[in-house]
């Protein structure tokens, strides 16, 4: 039933790092984009990165040269290596994935992994 699971969250100190996981079933067919998501307590749920089918990556400002978004050689496994990690990502990741047909577009959303950056 689940068809994106993600893992690797956690708590970690200011400045450490996580990487998190996210596999999607290969029951879902055309994935154009894969990417990452975060809701913390109080804040509408924010874009953190997206990679496409074809390689092509975009960041929110806030995490641009502290989290890489990347994928296995599978398109259906992406990877977010998050550094540098701050109090301010703290938040609930949710791992997407934006199907698109010719006539319909669908977007997968997992269940959420807890980041918590705290001393």
């Known amino acids: 039933q689940v068809q994106l699971v993600e893992s690797g969250g956690g708590l970690v100190q200011p400045g450490g790092s996580l990487r998190l996981s996210c596999a999607a079933s290969?029951?879902?067919?055309?994935?154009?984009?894969m990417g990452w998501y975060r809701q913390a307590p109080g804040k509408q749920r924010e874009l953190v990165a997206t990679?496409?089918?074809?390689?092509?990556?975009n960041y929110a400002d806030s995490v641009k040269g502290r989290f890489t978004i990347s994928r296995a050689n599978a398109k259906n496994t992406v990877f977010l290596q998050m550094n540098s990690l701050k109090p301010e990502d703290t938040a609930v990741y949710y791992c997407?994935?934006?199907?698109?047909?010719?006539?319909?577009?669908?977007?997968?959303w997992g269940q959420g992994t807890q980041v918590t950056v705290s001393s």
């Open positions: 290969r029951s879902i067919f055309s994935i154009r984009a």
């Open positions: 990679i496409t089918s074809g390689g092509s990556t």
């Open positions: 997407n994935a934006a199907t698109s047909t010719l006539e319909l577009r669908y977007d997968y």
